[in-house]
């Protein structure tokens, strides 16, 4: 029993020094000022409805922070932002500069050195418009078949942007997986829209359909015409002659509108020799057309 106590005696000595020196340390630490770096998110707040960023603004500032050990761990940094007010401003390059005003800390904490210390913000007229959007279908198909149908649904769509962005853009591309044994579905397809856009994400539907190919059908006394409306010709033959190859549904749709245009463009008045041109519709293959070239006199 004797050796027990004195060995319980011996233990609390060097237990007690531990203890000391940890207490002693955690205060000397805990007093000590060091520097540590965080990004801060910006926050642009009042942006006016009829303007829009030409091109994406900065998104975070490095600021340093100072102070005591256990003043920073206080500290909930994910929760921090920097709030940039565009509520007055105009169309045009804007300098914003960066200050710690709108932090407040305690006394033991300093936040220093941002970067950047100024930035730009670039502001134009927001547009919006109307535009198209085209479905593509990806994958073989089987021998045989061809694409009778490729709608798209709404279209166009509306799209908000800075006008600059909006203004280049022509259309939107989605693409359609071919499915096997099947030749008639709807699938909805979300559209990939721009990180400039300032509207909500679209989605689409679309409807496939896949007919089998027909035997070749012999359009004849199809009329000639220039590829210009505005462009006066007289054409030699003005009637010719079309072969086609496709589904049902398309060669009924294609038989009342079948035209051979004269490609016009850019010619000074005179005498030419051209050949004629159809525009393949989804569906349908264009064998021949005959005569291969026409007598075409562009006037003034």
Known sequence: MKNWRDRLRSFRLPAFSLLLATVAWFLVHSAQRVREEHNVPIVYRNLPKDLAFARKPPEAIRFGFVGIFHRLRSIDINNLTYEVDLSESKAGTHVVDVT??????????????????????????????????????????????????????PNPITVDG???????????EVEIKTREDVQKWDEFVEVSMPEWSLGV????????????????????????????????????????????????????????????????????????????????ELGI????????????EVLK
């Open 162 to 172: 800075p006008v600059s962005a909006l203004s280049k853009l022509d259309r939107f």
């Open 201 to 280: 994400e679209k989605t689409v539907e679309v409807s496939v359909e896949i007919s089998k190919l027909q035997s070749e059908r012999d359009f004849r006394d199809v009329p000639v015409v220039a590829s210009d409306p505005q462009v006066k010709i007289q054409v030699f033959p003005s009637r010719a002659r079309v072969v086609a190859l496709g589904a049902e549904e398309p060669i009924r749709r294609m038989a009342g509108r079948l035209k051979v245009k004269i490609p016009v463009k850019g010619l000074a008045p005179g005498r030419y020799r051209l050949e004629g041109q159809v525009s393949e």
């Open 100 to 153: 710690t005003g709108q932090f407040f800390f305690s006394v033991d904490v300093d936040m220093v050195n941002p970067r950047p210390r100024r930035f730009e913000v670039l502001l134009e007229p927001r547009l919006r418009r109307e535009v198209p959007v085209q479905a593509k279908l990806v994958g073989a198909l089987p021998p045989g078949f061809a694409v009778s149908k490729l709608e798209v649904r």
């Open 285 to 296: 293959q264009i064998v021949r057309i005959e005569p291969k070239s026409f007598i075409v």
